[in-house]
C-alpha cells in the first residue's frame, strides 16, 4: 500500500458500505464509530511498516466468541489483510 492509496476517490457506493459495515461492528463492540475507525487506521498504519497490504480486501469485525473463562460471551476482534508483498530491509 503506497501513501497515495490513502488519498485516491472511492465511489459513493463503497463509501455507503464502508459507512454501513462500521455502523454493524461498532454496535456490536459497543463503542463509537470514531474509535474503529481510529483502530482501523492503526492497524494499518502498524502493519504497512512491514508488508504492503490490499486494502480493497480489508475486513475488520467484532464478533462474539464463546468464553469458557466467562461462561457465556465475549467481543473478538477478526482482522483479514490481504497481503501483496513483504518489506525486506530494516524499516
Same mark, same amino acid.
Given at each position: $500500500? *503506497? #501513501? $497515495?492509496?490513502? /488519498? +485516491? !476517490?472511492?465511489?459513493? *457506493?463503497?463509501?455507503? !458500505?464502508?459507512?454501513? !459495515? #462500521?455502523?454493524? @461492528?461498532?454496535? +456490536?463492540?459497543?463503542? =463509537?464509530?470514531?474509535?474503529?475507525?481510529?483502530?482501523?487506521? %492503526?492497524?494499518?498504519? @502498524? &502493519? =504497512? +511498516?512491514?508488508?504492503?497490504?490490499? $486494502? %480493497? *480486501?480489508?475486513?475488520?469485525? &467484532?464478533?462474539?466468541? %464463546? =468464553?469458557?473463562?466467562?461462561? *457465556?460471551?465475549?467481543?473478538?476482534? /477478526? @482482522?483479514?489483510?490481504?497481503? +501483496?508483498? &513483504?518489506?525486506?530491509?530494516?524499516?
Amino acid at each position: $500500500m *503506497g #501513501l $497515495m492509496d490513502l /488519498f +485516491r !476517490k472511492k465511489s459513493s *457506493g463503497d463509501v455507503a !458500505k464502508d459507512r454501513l !459495515k #462500521l455502523l454493524l @461492528v461498532t454496535d +456490536r463492540a459497543s463503542c =463509537s464509530p470514531e474509535m474503529m475507525e481510529q483502530i482501523k487506521n %492503526e492497524i494499518i498504519q @502498524v &502493519i =504497512s +511498516r512491514h508488508m504492503d497490504i490490499d $486494502m %480493497e *480486501g480489508l475486513d475488520i469485525q &467484532i464478533t462474539q466468541t %464463546e =468464553s469458557e473463562s466467562n461462561n *457465556g460471551t465475549v467481543p473478538a476482534l /477478526f @482482522v483479514n489483510i490481504p497481503i +501483496r508483498d &513483504i518489506k525486506h530491509g530494516n524499516s
